[in-house]
């Protein structure tokens, strides 16, 4: 199946009346083409003129509104994108970050499961072919842009995809950039002879690389032709702007390729749609600047007046970013913050530190003696480790797939979200005290429990471990969620839609793109969610037995301070609860420096 | 396009679990609701009878308005020094280079990575010693204390991303700093103070942890005096403390939808970046 998808030989690739619509807009009218194997075809026009479009609906990253595109005798838009196998090179190049050049460029081979040592011998050779053997082994955001551009159509390539697709490649590299890489893309295409799609807005690069140019507006196809035929004979007044007619004169029809303007007669060729504006008689002559010829007045002459000159030479580099040093006066108005901090929250630990160091009776180390000597104290560690880490773990597999699930932005998504805010805004007092209703020997739960025979006496829920550890996951999960989704919708969309023109399925996506680019953010949630968890306090007072099995730490530290004034007992506990949550925080994000941390976008774009 | 079955089942089961907790939320809360309602509720699927005279109750037992009052007073004060305190921070770290940069980002980070409860009770002992506890401005300090951190988290992005091209065309074409500020900055500024301030609104509401460790009698928010009841069942009727749970739960909620027409709802979690 893979096999076949990936065969380069096709006759012809056929677009049929393909049509994109986005709510009342037509982004796409009825566009037909055919392409023949070999081709390079780009489409031409202003952006929002459709063509991004047309080659999304054929890369399969857009469903079609109306009708169909064919490979040869087979219909391929009912096909997902990576059973297309058609090799994409996107704008902003969206390679995989947290994979080095080779690991990119061998990706589509990988999804088609061919043998390791093929799959390092085509790698080797398109890296040969893009000229980037110095930095095989660097990853993406180790490159200048131009070699990225050059990683990203060398991963297209490789796969030798039937059909190739570009989306304005080489929009984002600076014009010296971009006429090298113009002179590789031809050199490519002409060494692999590989039927390509180029999208671009510039006309000049559409002319010096394709074989036939589509010229696009308002989601209609105004003309094909080859170069040559677009440049000299443009079919109407749009094509004609659009290849640099910059003139215009309207005069009244004389004959079918003669206008008259004034007194002055104009003979032309009639292009094939001769649109109209100002009634049937009227027509627009057009011709290029340089078509005109300053001569002696006479009667072959129209006389003109210059009103401006503008130089006709290119400026090949951008005005330089000034680089001068700022004198940073605007530092200072950290400080109000910063001495707040300070005074707030440094200062208090400072000295609850100290005072922790100085007990009531004692040594130094009293307070911290005490603790792991007395029970009543040192079980409170292992009991908030107990209800903290279950609670994290659940939160965190649960967030995953809901979060992925809802990755996209949509109404179903802006609903959840916002319900999902709810709890954490009713806060931890509230949920205890409604789960001590709705849990309880009298609440719904025991009484659709008991109504669905699945007991026979009311289920205790409540006052005991089950009960904190429930008001942990419902006031928890909604957090851990949150930071889930910003962090999935924080992947750059266009890195899974790369994944799957080179033929990643769902699972892959998830596996080789989303999950190595999430686990950082996911450590990060992880730990958030545990410094919370750990410090229960109100739910579990009041939905555990404060006094036994759910006698957290928080509690020991209040009941220190607030019950026995004992605020230097108290300091030491908050002191050891500190520590310990920094120490987990530490675990687990140490653990992070295993897994890929750059950026999660897709190249510099 | 098609999709395979066991994609299916799976997207079902995701569906399901959401749905699952989602039903469990709302049962919860419609219970704490109906129960404020019930003239009567003993074992039995709905109350027999509703009745406002809870309400009546709970306003005049545990001085409804007066907590109201307490708990805007508070939390204005905490959104407006938060803002004056915590823009011109963000400010400084979205547009300065200054030495020790990064400790200071590190500094405005540690107060949301620690739960208050571990730093409130030092806080707390702290401003008892300074005779601000039980007060209302240690209840105020002490909410300050993750929300300006939390106004400098969301409005340093914020600004980095304002063209710094503005700021100079201001200067250029003759503003001093104050107009600057107030013609360019302060627009443009708008939508994210607003959502700052409203994230911070609806946390400060939602506060129990600090506002319960520094609070006196007469500086208590709903929050905490909601704890109060249900700390101590018995004394009052359940209903009554379901009617203050539903005030409560109307404060928060108003504040929230107000709120979500003007954030999205993951900015009211802390996103870290690394």
């Known amino acids: ?605 | 396009m098609q999709t395979h079955p066991l994609a299916r089942l799976w997207n079902a089961a995701v569906w399901v679990l959401t749905l699952f907790f989602l039903v469990n939320v709302a049962a919860m809360i419609a219970m704490v609701a109906l129960n404020s309602f019930a003239a009567r509720w003993f074992n039995s699927w709905l109350p027999s009878g509703l009745t406002l005279r809870w309400y009546e109750s709970a306003w005049g037992e545990f001085q409804l308005d007066d907590l109201l009052i307490v708990t805007m007073e508070v939390t204005l004060a905490v959104v407006v020094i938060a803002a004056l305190i915590g823009i011109p921070a963000a400010y400084a770290l979205a547009r300065a280079d200054f030495p020790g940069k990064r400790l200071a980002q590190v500094l405005f980070l540690l107060p949301m990575m620690i739960p208050p409860i571990t730093y409130g009770i030092p806080l707390a002992t702290v401003l008892y010693q300074v005779d601000l506890g039980g007060t209302m401005a240690g209840v105020v300090i002490a909410n300050l204390v993750p929300t300006v951190p939390f106004v400098i988290l969301v409005m340093t992005p914020f600004i980095e991303q304002i063209d710094t091209n503005l700021e100079s065309a201001a200067r250029i074409f003759g503003a001093n700093t104050w107009r600057m500020f107030l013609h360019v900055l302060v627009p443009l500024l708008a939508p994210g103070i607003l959502a700052a301030s409203l994230i911070v609104m609806v946390r400060t509401i939602g506060m129990f942890e600090l506002t319960f460790l520094t609070a006196g009698p007469d500086s208590q928010t709903l929050v905490v005096a909601l704890y109060y009841a249900a700390f101590a069942p018995g004394v009052r009727a359940g209903q009554s403390i379901s009617a203050m749970a539903v005030v409560y739960m109307l404060l928060s909620l108003a504040w929230l939808l107000i709120a979500l027409r003007f954030v999205n709802p993951t900015q009211l979690v802390t996103r870290v970046k690394s």
Request: glycine letters at 8%; hydrophobic letters at 50%.
């Open chain 1, 1 to 605: 199946m893979q096999q076949q998808t990936s065969r380069a030989a096709f006759r012809a690739l056929r677009l049929d009346k393909v049509s994109r619509r986005f709510k009342e807009h037509w982004a796409l009218k009825e566009m037909t083409l055919a392409i023949e194997a070999g081709e390079f075809v780009a489409l031409l026009g202003p952006s929002g003129c459709g063509k991004t479009t047309a080659l999304n609906c054929i890369a399969g990253l857009l469903q079609l509104s109306g009708g169909s595109i064919s490979l040869d005798e087979r219909r391929i838009d009912v096909l997902p994108p990576e059973k297309r196998g058609f090799g994409m090179v996107f704008q902003n190049y969206a390679l995989f970050p947290h994979m080095n050049v080779r690991r990119n460029i061998g990706f589509g081979l990988a999804m088609r499961r061919l043998p390791k040592a093929e799959i390092a011998a085509r790698v080797d050779k398109a890296i040969r072919m893009v000229q980037l053997e110095a930095h095989a082994e660097k990853l993406p955001g180790q490159l200048s842009g131009g070699q990225q551009q050059r990683v990203a159509i060398a991963r297209a390539i490789v796969i030798e995809p039937p059909l190739v697709l570009m989306d304005e490649p080489l929009s984002n590299l600076d014009a010296k950039l971009r006429l090298e890489m113009r002179a590789e893309i031809r050199r490519i295409h002409r060494e692999l002879g590989r039927s390509t799609i180029y999208v671009t807005h510039d006309q000049e690069e559409a002319l010096s690389l394709a074989d036939r140019i589509v010229v696009m507006k308002d989601g209609i196809v105004r003309q094909v032709g080859t170069p040559e035929a677009l440049y000299h004979r443009p079919a109407n007044l749009d094509v004609a702007r659009f290849m640099g007619f910059r003139n215009e004169i309207a005069g009244v029809a004389e004959s079918a390729n003669a206008i008259r303007f004034s007194d002055v007669r104009l003979e032309g060729r009639r292009a094939d749609d001769g649109v109209t504006s100002g009634g049937a008689n009227r027509l627009v002559a057009v011709f290029r600047p340089d078509d005109l010829e300053p001569v002696a007045a006479g009667p072959a002459a129209i006389p003109v007046t210059v009103t401006a000159v503008e130089y006709g030479g290119r400026a090949m580099s951008r005005a330089a970013s000034s680089g001068a040093p700022r004198i940073d006066r605007a530092a200072w108005l950290a400080l109000p913050a910063v001495i707040f901090v300070l005074a707030v929250f440094i200062l208090p630990f400072a000295y609850g530190l100290v005072l922790s160091f100085t007990p009531k009776q004692g040594g130094a180390l009293a307070n911290y003696v005490r603790f792991f000597s007395d029970p009543n104290f040192y079980r409170t560690v292992g009991i908030t480790l107990w209800l903290a880490l279950p609670a994290t773990l659940i939160n965190v597999l649960l967030s995953v797939p809901i979060a992925y699930r809802l990755r996209y932005p949509s109404r179903s998504q802006r609903f959840v979200t916002a319900l999902l805010v709810v709890p954490i805004t009713l806060g931890t007092v509230l949920i205890a005290d409604g789960l001590l209703s709705y849990l309880g020997p009298q609440g719904w739960m025991n009484r659709l429990l008991l109504a669905a025979g699945l007991t026979g006496e009311p289920v205790r829920l409540v006052h005991n471990y089950t009960g904190v550890l429930l008001s942990l996951i419902i006031s928890g999960f909604p957090f851990t969620f949150l930071l889930t989704l910003s962090y999935i919708t924080g992947v750059d969309p266009n890195l899974p839609k790369a994944a799957m023109t080179l033929g990643a399925g769902p699972w892959h996506q998830f596996r080789e793109i989303y999950l190595p680019l999430l686990l950082p953010g996911l450590a990060v949630a992880f730990c958030l969610t545990f410094v919370q968890a750990f410090s229960v306090f109100p739910s579990a007072v009041l939905l555990g037995a404060p006094a036994g099995p759910t006698r957290v730490i928080s509690i020991a530290a209040w009941q220190s301070a607030y019950e026995d004034y004992d605020y230097s007992l108290a300091s030491a506990v908050a002191m050891l609860m500190g520590v310990i949550q920094l120490a987990v925080t530490m675990f687990v994000l140490g653990g992070r420096r295993l897994l890929y941390r750059g950026p999660v976008a897709g190249g510099k774009g």
